[in-house]
């Protein structure tokens, strides 16, 4: 059974940092991307980080790019996703995901994932 558990969301400031982690168990890690978006109340699920099975390549909505990392440790089974200077609009609950394909360009499309974790919520005050 393939679990994803985020953690590491939480309130924080306008400008201030958060790291989110993403444990995966019941899956070979290192053979899936993973990907994190995020959900804000109203809205639709957005794209906001890729990272490759190996962790060569990584891309980003422009959204979040220069302000965020997506990064993996295989051996740990986790991917994190570091975000700095902090906006408002930020503000959402922060999924990770799995995908098996090895297609290039990474995925930015919900439907192209096959594993989803339940969330976590980041909240950032201004």
């Known amino acids: 059974q393939v679990q994803l558990v985020e953690s590491g969301g939480g309130l924080a400031q306008a400008g201030g940092s958060l790291r989110l982690s993403c444990a995966a168990s019941?899956?070979?890690?290192?053979?899936?991307?993973m990907g994190w978006f995020r959900q804000a109340p109203g809205k639709e699920r957005e794209f906001v980080a890729a990272i490759s099975r190996g962790g060569g390549r990584t891309e980003y909505a422009d959204s979040v790019k220069g302000r965020s990392t997506i990064s993996r440790e295989n051996a740990r089974n986790t991917v994190y996703l570091q975000m700095n200077s902090l906006k408002p609009e930020d503000t959402a609950v922060y999924y990770c995901a799995a995908d098996a394909s090895v297609l290039l360009p990474l995925a930015r499309r919900l439907r192209e994932y096959d594993y989803w974790g339940q969330g976590t919520q980041v909240t950032v005050s201004s």
């Open positions: 019941g899956l070979t890690f290192s053979n899936y991307a």
